[in-house]
Structure formats: structure tokens, C-alpha cells
């Protein structure tokens, strides 16, 4: 059973990346007029990473609407893949910057010379840090709701660019304190480098995502709703697999029901039971099962009352797990097959 995107979902992800774009360029605004005022080299690189979240944030405004896209002939599962593809170009111009930053670091450290107007920057920038602790915290909460990488990513890039800017703020009052410039230099480098680790961070997540790298938290998610709907006759679920497509997921498994059930109970038991586990899946999605016949062999593990095949009394029934469901056929010991 597929579930179309809800309209609402759009609106609240186009509104998430108007937001995002519009502080991204006032924050962008506030710290580059600090660095003019101070020319601090550390509080440039904090000035540097703004300028990432700015073509980030125009990025993901174009991502997002075309992964909004319904599924159509050229792209059967949508167009979602298409917000790894802004998670990971935002990841490289990440690293980008951290390279910019590290080389005007190591030039200013060679050259030396002091920053000026020092308290007026730090205010500045600390404002700013407050407006992008806000955006992020709002980027990731949305991201997660609307399960948009995009959202998520750019959420979690500007929340690391509040640390970056704390860590600017209270090398900067060192500075103050001990007079000694180097400082300033040392810590744009240290804020380059760690730069470069998110970076590569989010560019390794979405070349997963990418290539649909196996996800334990989405795996346990779906288990979740698998469990909590499984019905008489769901005998066993095994080598599951996930195509994720931003939101959307195509699922597909294969699922043991009892031999003697004819075509027509076994369609419409499981149609209702793949209704139900979309429905409390955290993703849209699709589950396409291929259909096993129990052949007797999953007796002791089998609910089913009345059964007129049954080998063996039943003794208890297996949970559904991320290690059983990714696995082969699991049936209880010293059941003939």
C-alpha cells in the first residue's frame, strides 16, 4: 500500500527552507560586518562558515521542491534520493570552507598583527549565535518531523555553527585577557579543522543514504510497526530489505503464512497487514512481501487455532527483531523440514 506525501508535509518543508535561507543570510550579514570591525582571522572563519550555510540553504530550497515531486514513470520511487544529494554537496562545501579557513589561519599567524574593536565583535557574533541556535534547533525539529535529510543536515550544520561561534567568543575574550595575539589565528585553525570532521561526517551519512547502506535506527523503527501489528497467520518475516527514497521507503520481504491458506485469504490478509504497519511506520512508504508457505515447519512458533496441519503444539512465538527480520528463514530446533 503506497501513502502519497500529504500536501502539509511540502508546505511545512518549502516553509523550513524559506526560514532557513532568510536568518542564513541575516546571520551571514551580522558576522561578516564583526569580522570588518574587528579583523579577527578567527571571527573570518566563523564569518566563512555562514557563507556555507547561505548556498546551503539555497541548495536545499531547490532539493526540497523537487523531492517533492510525486513518483511518476521515469522515477517509480519518487524523488527523494535527491536530498542525500544536498546533504552531501552542504558536507563538501563544509569541507570546502574548513580548507579557506585553515590557509587564511596559517597566513595570519606568519604575518601576525592584532584585532581591533574585540568587544563590539564578540557581541556581534554572540547575537548571531543566539538567531542560529534558534534556526537549528527549529531545522532539525522540522527535519525529523517532515523526515527530510536536507532539513535534518542543514539543522545539524548550523547547530555546529553555534559551537563554533561559542568557541570564536571564548578564544576572543582570551585574547582580551592575555593580550596575546596568536590566539586569534589558532583558533580559526582549530575551528577549520573541526570543520572538516562535520564535514566529512555529513558527507559519509548521505553517501549511505545514497547507496542505501543498512540503518539499525530505521530497521528497529519498522520492526516497531511490524510487531505491533502482526496478526494470526504472520508466521515469519525474513530477509527484509529497505530502498529508502528520502521519506519515502520501498520495503521489500519475505513473509511465511500457513500452507493450506488459498490465494485470495493470504492477498487480503496480507494487504491488510502491510496497511497497518505503513500506517505506524515513522516513513511513507510501500511493502511489497513474496509469500512463503509455512510447509509445517515453523509449528512450535505458530499461533494459528485450528490448524489442520499442525505438527507440533505450539510453544511460543518469536518477536520480531532487526537480526531476524535482515536474516535468512529462522524456524525453532529439530523441526523436520
Known amino acids: 500500500m503506497e501513502l502519497t506525501p500529504a500536501v502539509t508535509g511540502d508546505t511545512a518543508r518549502n516553509k523550513a527552507a524559506w526560514i532557513s535561507l532568510l536568518a542564513s543570510v541575516f546571520v551571514f ?4 560586518a564583526a569580522y570588518y570591525m574587528t579583523g579577527s582571522t578567527a571571527v573570518l572563519s566563523d564569518a566563512l562558515e555562514s557563507t556555507v550555510n547561505v548556498l546551503a540553504a539555497i541548495v536545499a530550497l531547490i532539493v526540497i521542491r523537487i523531492a517533492s515531486k510525486p513518483a511518476d514513470e521515469d522515477h517509480p520511487y519518487g524523488h527523494g534520493k535527491v536530498e542525500y544529494f544536498s546533504a552531501a ?18 597566513v595570519s599567524l606568519l604575518a601576525g598583527g592584532a584585532p581591533r574593536q574585540l568587544e563590539i565583535g564578540v557581541l556581534v557574533i554572540g547575537i548571531a549565535a543566539i538567531f542560529n541556535l534558534l534556526l537549528g534547533i527549529y531545522l532539525k525539529r522540522t527535519g525529523q518531523k517532515q523526515q527530510s535529510e536536507a532539513l535534518k543536515a542543514s539543522g545539524a550544520h548550523v547547530i555546529s555553527d553555534v559551537w563554533t561561534t561559542v568557541g570564536v567568543i571564548v578564544g576572543l575574550m582570551l585574547l582580551l585577557a592575555t593580550g596575546l595575539t596568536w590566539i586569534d589565528p589558532v583558533i580559526a585553525i582549530i575551528v577549520g579543522l573541526n570543520l572538516a570532521y562535520e564535514g566529512y561526517k555529513i558527507v559519509r551519512k548521505s553517501g549511505g543514504g545514497l547507496v542505501d547502506e543498512v540503518d539499525t535506527e530505521v530497521l528497529s523503527d519498522l520492526s516497531q510497526a511490524l510487531q505491533k501489528n502482526r496478526v494470526s497467520g504472520v508466521i515469519d518475516i525474513h530477509q527484509l530489505r529497505i530502498i529508502r527514497s528520502g521519506r519515502f521507503h520501498h520495503v521489500d520481504a519475505h513473509l511465511v503464512i500457513p500452507e493450506y491458506w488459498n490465494i ?42 485450528d490448524c489442520p496441519i499442525r505438527r507440533h503444539a505450539f510453544e511460543n512465538q518469536k518477536p520480531f527483531t532487526v537480526e531476524s527480520l535482515t536474516g535468512g528463514p529462522k524456524v525453532a530446533e529439530n523441526i523436520e523440514m
Open 29 to 32: 550579514a551580522m558576522k561578516f
Open 89 to 106: 554537496f552542504e558536507g563538501g562545501l563544509i569541507f570546502f570552507a574548513a580548507l579557506m579557513i585553515i590557509r587564511e589561519a596559517i
Open 264 to 305: 485470495s485469504h493470504a492477498h487480503n490478509v496480507c494487504d491488510d497487514f502491510e496497511s497497518s504497519v505503513v500506517r505506524d511506520y515513522t516513513f511513507d512508504g510501500e511493502i511489497a512481501f513474496h509469500l512463503d508457505p509455512c510447509k509445517r515447519a515453523y509449528c512450535r512458533n505458530c499461533k494459528m487455532e
